[in-house]
């Protein structure tokens, strides 16, 4: 199916939290909202991305009941005026309350089939869609030419992801393999949960000493699909931390990506992978990833953090990012500790929460021999200096961000998972750490904020 007939809408847990409350009432009756909506297309299909939230005032309606309702034409006057103005996309959006199964009624195909084609004239180059909300269940559909044709997926993204797909979720192993290679989590999270995980697309960003481990346990989980993102190629100093590495690699000139990829793929032959081996910081490459479902971070530099911050919010898409500190010299350790963030809107701004430091942003995207002649000058410091590592405590912590990032999918540890947690080895104490989100924040605060803005915008000024 080409992406011009495919079509889907992906969601914060808040902006759903928030249509929910507005769309079903103590009273019983029908209610209105739209959602404005960056997008983001790709080979595959079409994303609309929820941006903002407009739940109807009582103004808006000229008729209000339990099966049925009417907006006045100034309402929708007011929503054409705002995407001309945001270059966003509408998607109108009802409730059936009281209603289990989410099924569009005659009287909904009426009202819309004559709506939509209007807006697609007044907001040229759009795709007005929309969605129905059950008590249970949520469904959505566009015009295609003159025919009703079902969103093929409904993603809202937070802490506890949902997923309402037209298409269901279908397993990509035999029962019986998965009766003997997933059996113990099964009893864990359920058979759905397992369904849900196979279901995913996942990116790693960084196949080193944490992306690696990271990887590896994706795959053992039940994830299908994945993509890898590192640039690097083996060096010695890879063989103590990175799975799958052998003392004779080093010789061979490998590819990170390509080295972990076949690991992998002995592990477990009907693995779909992807490998790119080029820099996360390049727009090239994150376009690339924008029909993931989750992107782990494993990067160690802050100007890639900085990157996959922006990302996060503008497309939607949590990214669970970790770092290691190991603070040594020749057996004097001062610091040994750990952080995963999730990422996202409604969640972790790494800016915000002091995790990306400016000043290093600054000096890393400069070309190398700016580094070099800073340095010389003593205006930076040990910035190509290699950092200690040890591959215990990068199990630590990769063993932490996968944890957390399945517990975006499934009911793996019986709570939804910590947005924001510190592993302080020299104590053997988790902190989790409190959210900071500053009220002008161009990343992730308000009308300001990159949340939804998809395609509209660059991530990244490297092509």
């Known amino acids: 199916m080409s992406p011009e007939n495919r079509l889907s809408i992906a969601m914060a847990t808040d902006d759903f939290d928030r249509l929910r409350a507005a769309l079903f009432t103590e009273d019983g009756h029908e209610n209105f909202a739209v ?3 960056g997008s983001s297309e790709t080979v595959f299909e079409r994303r609309l991305l929820v941006r903002e939230v407009w739940p109807a005032p009582a103004t808006a309606y000229k008729e209000r009941l339990p099966y049925h309702l009417k907006i006045a ?11 001309l103005h945001t270059q966003l996309s509408p998607v109108l959006i009802h409730s059936h309350p009281r209603i289990a199964p989410a099924r569009y009624s005659s009287s909904d195909d009426f009202g819309e089939g004559r709506l939509l084609p209007v807006l697609a004239d007044l907001l040229p180059n759009r795709r007005p869609a929309s969605l129905l909300f059950a008590e249970s269940e949520v469904a959505g559909r566009f015009l295609n030419g003159k025919r009703f044709t079902p969103l ?3 993603d809202v993204r937070g802490v506890r992801a949902k997923a309402f797909r037209t298409e269901g979720l279908k397993r990509t192993v035999t029962p019986s393999t998965v009766e003997m290679a997933f059996d113990r989590q099964v009893r864990t999270f359920g058979d759905q949960g397992q369904s849900r995980l196979e279901s995913l697309k996942v990116a790693v960003i960084g196949v080193g000493g944490t992306g690696s481990l990271v990887a590896e346990q994706l795959v053992r989980v039940g994830i299908s699909h994945l993509v890898l993102v590192d640039p690097d190629h083996l060096e010695p100093s890879n063989l103590s931390r990175i799975f799958g590495a052998r003392w004779e690699s080093v010789s061979e000139k490998l590819t990170k990506v390509g080295l972990v990829a076949d690991h992998l793929r002995r592990i477990r032959h009907a693995l779909q992978i992807r490998t790119i081996s080029d820099s996360i910081i390049r727009q090239s490459v994150l376009q690339e990833l924008r029909d993931c479902d989750v992107l782990f971070g494993c990067t160690d530099n802050h100007h890639s953090r900085s990157v996959l911050n922006r990302f996060a919010h503008q497309y939607i898409i949590p990214v669970v990012d970790m770092g290691v500190r190991l603070d040594a010299r020749s057996g004097d350790v001062s610091a040994a500790a750990g952080r995963v963030s999730i990422v996202g ?3 972790t701004c790494l800016r915000c929460s002091g995790h990306i430091d400016l000043q290093s ?5 400069m070309s190398a021999p700016e580094r070099e002649q800073l340095a010389r000058e003593g205006y930076i410091l040990g910035v190509s200096d290699p950092t200690p590592a040890v591959l215990s405590l990068n199990v630590t912590i990769a063993g932490l961000a996968v944890t957390a990032g399945l517990g975006l999918f499934v009911n ?5 998972p910590p947005l924001d947690q510190i592993y302080d080895a020299t104590s053997g104490n988790l902190f989790v750490v409190t959210q900071k989100h500053e009220e002008v924040c161009d990343i992730c605060s308000g009308p ?4 939804g803005l998809g395609d509209q915008q660059i991530v990244s000024a490297y092509a």
């Open 345 to 347: 809107p409604g969640m």
């Open 412 to 416: 793996l540890i019986g709570n939804v």
């Open 73 to 83: 034409p100034a309402f929708f006057n007011s929503v054409v005026d705002r995407c």
């Open 361 to 365: 942003v600054r000096v890393e995207s």
């Open 35 to 37: 959602a404005l909506c």
């Open 152 to 154: 093929s997926r409904v």
């Open 448 to 451: 300001e904020g990159l949340k």
